[in-house]
């Protein structure tokens, strides 16, 4: 079934939908958007206008693309993940156009190359981020506006920075629980979130749900 034929998706008539897209009910897919083929988004998504998502993509359920994202293959995000508008992922740590004789372009499709990125469970990239390849975004952290991503990121840690490091956790309602000092394995505490309540262990640096 083609993707313009699911029931209970929106899709913009500006929107570039090409075969083998599968988009779970009740996703809306804003204009100018462009998602190649083979990509799957899961129920109740929302991809924003000039948005690219490149082909074999996976995206979870009820995830939300701001404006002007570019996510290129070997991205996968989980459910609940939160990309800001401006942000752009990478793929390929040391790219070239060409062969290096300069005699012919270098394919555009997967390679040994072509790294991975895994954005997890309920995590939030903030606007006008750059993230790098072969990382792993932790299950709720959060990564502050304009940063370079270069590292992985533990679960429920909030980073900042060109490039970006570990200052602090937050909870799955994204409060900030505790800001980290110089290094975030000095870090030992019990805390409450002061908003909803929840319980978090953290124990040299690593935030875990109590």
Same mark, same amino acid.
């Given at each position: 079934?083609?993707?313009?034929?699911?029931? @209970?998706?929106? #899709?913009?008539?500006?929107?570039?939908?090409?075969?083998?897209? =599968?988009?779970?009910?009740?996703?809306?897919?804003?204009?100018?958007?462009?998602?190649?083929?083979?990509?799957?988004?899961?129920?109740?998504? #929302?991809?924003?206008?000039?948005?690219?998502?490149?082909?074999?993509?996976?995206?979870?359920? =009820?995830?939300? %693309? @701001?404006?002007? !994202?570019?996510?290129?293959?070997? !991205?996968?995000?989980?459910?609940?993940?939160?990309?800001?508008?401006?942000?752009?992922?990478? @793929?390929?740590?040391?790219?070239?156009?060409?062969?290096?004789?300069?005699?012919? %372009?270098?394919?555009?499709?997967?390679?040994?190359?072509? %790294?991975?990125?895994?954005?997890?469970?309920?995590?939030?990239?903030?606007?006008?981020?750059?993230?790098? @390849?072969?990382?792993?975004?932790?299950?709720?952290?959060? #990564?502050?506006?304009?940063?370079?991503?270069?590292?992985?990121?533990?679960?429920?840690?909030? !980073?900042?920075?060109?490039?970006?490091?570990?200052?602090?956790?937050?909870?799955?309602?994204?409060?900030?629980?505790?800001?980290?000092?110089?290094?975030?394995?000095?870090?030992?505490?019990? !805390?409450?979130?002061?908003?909803?309540?929840?319980?978090?262990? #953290? =124990? =040299?640096?690593?935030?875990?749900?109590?």
């Amino acid at each position: 079934m083609s993707a313009t034929t699911l029931p @209970n998706v929106r #899709i913009h008539p500006t929107a570039i939908i090409e075969e083998g897209v =599968r988009l779970g009910e009740g996703t809306a897919i804003w204009n100018g958007v462009h998602i190649r083929h083979g990509t799957t988004l899961g129920e109740e998504c #929302i991809v924003g206008e000039n948005t690219y998502i490149a082909y074999d993509v996976r995206i979870g359920k =009820r995830c939300k %693309l @701001n404006a002007m !994202v570019y996510v290129c293959t070997a !991205v996968t995000l989980e459910d609940g993940v939160m990309i800001s508008a401006g942000t752009v992922f990478t @793929n390929d740590r040391f790219p070239r156009a060409t062969t290096p004789d300069l005699r012919s %372009l270098r394919s555009s499709d997967p390679d040994e190359a072509t %790294l991975p990125t895994l954005v997890r469970d309920g995590a939030t990239i903030g606007a006008g981020c750059t993230i790098g @390849n072969d990382l792993t975004i932790g299950r709720f952290a959060m #990564i502050g506006m304009g940063s370079l991503l270069t590292k992985s990121v533990p679960d429920f840690h909030l !980073v900042l920075g060109s490039p970006a490091r570990s200052v602090g956790a937050v909870c799955r309602c994204g409060e900030v629980l505790i800001r980290f000092g110089k290094d975030p394995a000095d870090c030992n505490a019990d !805390v409450t979130c002061t908003s909803c309540a929840r319980p978090y262990a #953290i =124990r =040299r640096g690593t935030v875990v749900e109590r």
